[in-house]
């Protein structure tokens, strides 16, 4: 079946604008997750959805960055008023388990933001 | 410190090679560790999990974890240069669905 998608694939901004980066998890998966990763670095974890509720936002940079899942399938990321310092591959994640072991979490290609 | 140490090489080997990957951690919180591959402009696949610790064998690919020494690791037998890519170690704790990555390992495997 079908994998997690993600678009847009690449993004240009300019410093200061706004983006919003998509999310379509595997058909029927409860948890979703959006990870950060900086050039040459692993991925960081920034959010996690259980269904549409959005459980642990603890690893969100700062205010400008925002999440959402309204009805538990489709997820965006918005990024408000861009830095150079947020450019990075954005990566969403989705597992058909509510957490607990065996929570495999399958990985989109993710989107390459630059930040101008 | 960063939670997890991994070097992030680059790593090159001739086809047919016994490869080692290795990552630390300090968090002694973290009970499953998994190695994710990931292609270049491709999202990181999960190749191995493993609770606490033990070896696990999956065809070329095992993976060991030394608890006591905060210490795991994956082995891959015979290479192959479609295993280039980097290699990811993650780790997650008590509240589990909170991956935690290495740097990663970039793998190149010469024909």
């Not at chain 1, 959005?54 to 400008?64: A, E, H, N, V, Y």
């Not at chain 2, 696949?45 to 974890?65: H, I, P, W």
């Amino acid at each position: 079946g079908a994998g997690v998608s993600q678009s847009p694939r690449y993004k240009v901004a300019k410093r200061g604008q706004d983006v919003a980066l998509r999310c379509d998890p595997i058909s029927g998966h409860v948890s979703l997750f959006w990870y950060q990763q900086a050039l040459g670095q692993g991925p960081e974890f920034l959010t996690y959805f259980q269904n549409e509720a959005q459980l642990d936002k603890s690893g969100l940079p700062s205010d400008r960055f925002f999440a959402e899942r309204p009805e538990g399938s489709v997820s965006t990321l918005k990024i408000q008023r861009t830095q150079q310092e947020d450019s990075a591959v954005y990566l969403c994640a989705s597992s058909d388990k509510a957490g607990g072991w065996g929570n495999e979490q399958f990985f989109g290609p993710g989107t390459r933001l630059t930040v101008l | 410190q960063k939670e997890v140490e991994q070097d992030p090489g680059p790593l090159s080997v001739p086809e047919g090679a016994i490869v080692s990957l290795n990552c630390t951690y300090s968090n002694s919180a973290f009970q499953y560790f998994m190695w994710y591959r990931q292609y270049s402009r491709k999202g990181p696949e999960l190749l191995m999990y493993t609770y606490s610790s033990g070896n696990k064998e999956d065809g070329r690919f095992t993976a060991q974890v030394d608890k006591s020494s905060k210490y795991i690791s994956l082995f891959i037998r015979d290479s192959q240069p479609s295993d280039s890519a980097t290699y990811l170690c993650a780790m997650s704790g008590g509240s589990n669905y909170k991956l935690t990555f290495g740097k990663g390992t970039l793998l190149t495997v010469n024909p």
